[in-house]
């Protein structure tokens, strides 16, 4: 029998399959359809300080292979999914993933020290496929600067036992110096990666199919190759560090080709639309496919394509990590996870402007 535990820094999880943040809902959505127990642990949608409607409709569209998407992050806010949500996320047994969103690296802080005494919060996610107001509205994921920032303002207001994730873009042209930089500036493990930037024209009404914002986040089957590359580098660079892989997984090989790269971890996106019932199909398809293929464990086939090929990127270890320095700033007034048992197996990794805020449906 396979054992499929898996890591996120010093958290456990029982098994490597997620559903990506933004694809179950508030999680009711999903629970229907199985146990949001059996997950590895459920993503929550980037909650940000106050409620949010989202774009209007239309916010999505179709594509080959895919699904082009720009919701505007809707959501209840952060006082309502304390006060609702995680609770009963909470009572479902479910392990919470907590994603966060904002305009300004202050209210990412904020929303963190909001989460630092909430009972249910396994990791927190940061997504930073959100414009920085500070900035003229360009994208925290778009500068490694930016982004450290962000990340260095969560890591100080979240609990040492709750790890920070930071969630990033593959619209780079370097996806390692910005996975470097959120490292040193504290995330614990990173999610790999966020939507494309894509866009589509309805040609019969010759416009772009999201006319009110033009481009959006492209996920699905279409982007697992380029997902699957920036997890192979970034695992290349950076192996100790924990990544949770996304982009178009809907079966169990799908999710097997992210964990040979160098993943410890996927997350179920765009499949969930047409399919609520993917991610236990999914984890049952990885067990087998480890099954016959001799592997008894799931943190023994992390980075298994890095082994069977001589073409590998230098490594970036610890002690050789640039210190990313804070970016001045305008000052502002505004202000659990499962720990690791002593003995962690063999293999298991260790952590160390337009409202344009979107994340993944990969």
Request: proline share 9%; glycine share 10%; hydrophobic share 45%.
């Amino acid at each position: 029998m396979t054992t499929l535990t898996t890591w996120l820094g010093h958290v456990e999880l029982p098994n490597p399959v997620l559903n990506a943040a933004g694809c179950g809902g508030s999680g009711r959505e999903l629970s229907p359809f199985f146990d949001l127990a059996r997950l590895g642990a459920f993503v929550t949608g980037s909650i940000a300080l106050e409620a949010r409607a989202g774009r209007p409709a239309p916010r999505a569209a179709e594509t080959p292979s895919g699904l082009l998407g720009a919701t505007g992050l809707p959501g209840p806010g952060i006082e309502a999914f304390l006060a609702k949500d995680l609770p009963w996320l909470l009572k479902q047994g479910a392990r919470t993933v907590v994603s966060i969103a904002g305009n300004t690296v202050d209210e990412y802080a904020e929303a963190a020290r909001r989460l630092h005494d909430a009972p249910g919060v396994t990791a927190i996610e940061v997504n930073l496929a959100c414009p920085n107001a500070e900035d003229r509205g360009v994208m925290f994921a778009a500068h490694a600067d930016a982004a450290a920032d962000v990340v260095r303002a969560v890591r100080a207001h979240t609990r040492q036992d709750v790890p920070v994730i930071a969630k990033l873009s593959p619209d780079l042209a370097d996806v390692v110096t910005m996975a470097l930089a959120c490292v040193d500036a504290g995330a614990d493990a990173l999610s790999v990666v966020n939507a494309v930037l894509g866009m589509t024209i309805d040609t019969p009404a010759r416009r772009p199919a999201l006319p009110g914002v033009l481009s959006g986040g492209l996920s699905g089957p279409a982007i697992r190759p380029i997902a699957v590359r920036c997890v192979y580098e970034v695992h290349a660079a950076l192996p100790k560090v924990p990544l949770i892989g996304m982009g178009g997984v809907a079966r169990g090989e799908d999710a097997l080709e992210f964990i040979v790269a160098g993943a410890s971890a996927v997350a179920v996106g765009t499949a969930l639309l047409h399919d609520p019932s993917a991610p236990p199909r999914i984890l049952k398809e990885l067990e087998e496919a480890l099954g016959t293929r001799g592997i008894g464990r799931l943190t023994d086939a992390v980075g298994l394509a890095h082994r069977a090929t001589g073409n590998v990127p230098r490594q970036i270890r610890p002690e050789h990590l640039a210190v990313t320095a804070p970016r001045p700033r305008a000052e502002s007034s505004t202000m659990p996870g499962t720990p690791s048992p002593a003995g962690a197996p063999p293999g298991a990794p260790h952590g160390a402007g337009e409202d344009k805020i979107e994340e993944s449906s990969s």
